[in-house]
Every structure is written in structure tokens, then in C-alpha cells.
């Protein structure tokens, strides 16, 4: 799965929250958004409401991206968990940016994947807050199971033992473990496909340490143009970024100017 050990290749580029720069995240505006710019892949983080059914949101709360506090006022402090998927789809989840996303619904993660069938544009998954939501992970793996072929799909998370109980009931999906720091030694991690630092902490050693280990490393949030080209130096696998555009340019505009010498 890992492509030879090389800092030449272009990273995959992955919208953070979709292109949550153009368009309210975490909805399909930004999806399509994403898509429509070019990336290589689209980040998402899904919840399961209380009834199981999988829905994309980042925030252990609606109160900063929808109108909960105007359809249920005395919720809007409430875990996404204690919603049912009924009350979380009458949510307006664009209007926080602007009235031309008023009506922006929540989306669910089959939704999303439709939008992304067909495309080329592979799926990033971060499960989100699986220590309160047990019955989370089977529900993205059921939705998954049903209703990804057609799209490349990575699970990731900060819970490795969330991500132990993925594997076990899709193993065939590839799963990153999220961290805030570069492990110093990733082959301890190698039941996963990727390891997922912060940026900064992510050094062209450490890269080829994690592919000796059979290992990716897509590394989150980078987006001053020094960041993205600090880990495109690094020669990791994908950069997770809140500026898609900026990096498909300033990696497009580094590969050429490559060519050329």
C-alpha cells in the first residue's frame, strides 16, 4: 500500500473539515467545495446520534455550528449524542457563514459518501469522542461496509483502542492513529497504516522511520504556506490543511519548478 521510500513525490492534499475556508465545515457544501478545488481527499469528523445513526461534526456540541440555540434553546449545550437523527436534521448548519449557506443541513456520513462517489476523492474519517459514544465505531462500520465501495476510505482517531475495534470489524479499511507528537518510534504503531502528528513536530528522519515501518504520515493542521512546505520537505504522504487551494498552488508551483532543474 505504501509507495516507495522518496521525498520526490507530491503530497496528497486533504481538506480539513472539507474546504472549510470556502464554505460552512463539515457539511456537503464543503465536500463538494473540496472536490470542485482538486484535493486528493476531504476530512470529516462523524458522531453518532442517539438513535445510531451517523451524522459529520466536529464539536462534542451543535451550539457553534447550527442554530440549536434558536430550535431548542434549553439543549444547545447537549452532547450531539442525545439528539436523534429526526431533531439534528431540522438544524441549520450553514448560516453561521453566511446566508448564502442558510439551510446547510447536518449531513450523515452516507451523505457524504455519495458526494464523494464517483469523484476520485478519497475520505478521511476521524472518529470523533468514541469514549462517550460506545456504540459509535459499529455504526461507522456498518454504514461503511454498506455504502463506501466506490470511495477510498482511511478511519482515523486520537483513541487507538477505538481504532483496535474498527479493525476487527473491517480490517480491510485502513486506519491512521492521530497524535500530537511524532512517536519516536512508529513501528510500535504498526497495527495501523499511518501515524497522524501535528506538523510541527514531523521531521524527513522521522518520515522515513515510519515507511521503514510499513507507515504513512499525513500530518494535521498545516496552513502558512512555511508549514506546507516544511512537510512537503519532509516527504510525508498527505498534509491535512484548512487551505486546500493555497497547498494544491504552493505543491503544484514546487513539482514544477522541480521538473524544470
Known sequence: MNEQITTMRRPRVVAHRGANDVAPENTLAAVR?????????????????????????????????TDIARRFPHRAD???????????????????????????????LEQVLDALRATGV??????????????????VADVLSCFSPGVAVTVQSFDAASLRTFGRL?????????????PR????????????????????????????????????????????LRAADAGVEGII???PQRALDLLR???????VR
Open 185 to 228: 518510534q512508529p513501528v510500535l504503531e504498526a497495527w495501523a497504516s499511518a501515524v497522524n502528528p501535528w506538523y510541527g513536530t514531523v521531521s524527513s528522519s522521522y518520515v522515513r522511520r515510519a515507511q521503514l515501518a510499513g507507515l504513512e504520515t499525513y500530518v494535521w493542521t498545516a496552513n502558512a504556506r512555511a508549514a506546507i
Open 170 to 182: 473491517l480490517p480491510e479499511v485502513p486506519r491512521g492513529l492521530l497524535v500530537h507528537h511524532a
Open 241 to 243: 490543511t484548512d487551505r
Open 122 to 139: 478519497g475520505l478521511l474519517l476521524e472518529i470523533k469522542h468514541p469514549e462517550t459514544q460506545p456504540d459509535l465505531v459499529p455504526a
Open 78 to 108: 447537549d452532547p450531539v449524542s442525545t439528539f436523534t437523527y429526526a431533531e439534528i436534521r431540522q438544524l441549520d448548519a450553514g448560516s453561521w457563514r453566511g446566508d448564502t449557506f442558510a439551510g446547510e443541513p447536518v449531513p450523515t
Open 33 to 65: 467545495a473540496a472536490v470542485m478545488i482538486g484535493v486528493d481527499a476531504v476530512e470529516v469528523d462523524v458522531q453518532s446520534t442517539r438513535d445510531g445513526v451517523p451524522v459529520v461534526l466536529h464539536d462534542a456540541t451543535l451550539a457553534r455550528t
Open 253 to 259: 508551483s514546487t513539482s514544477r519548478k522541480t521538473s
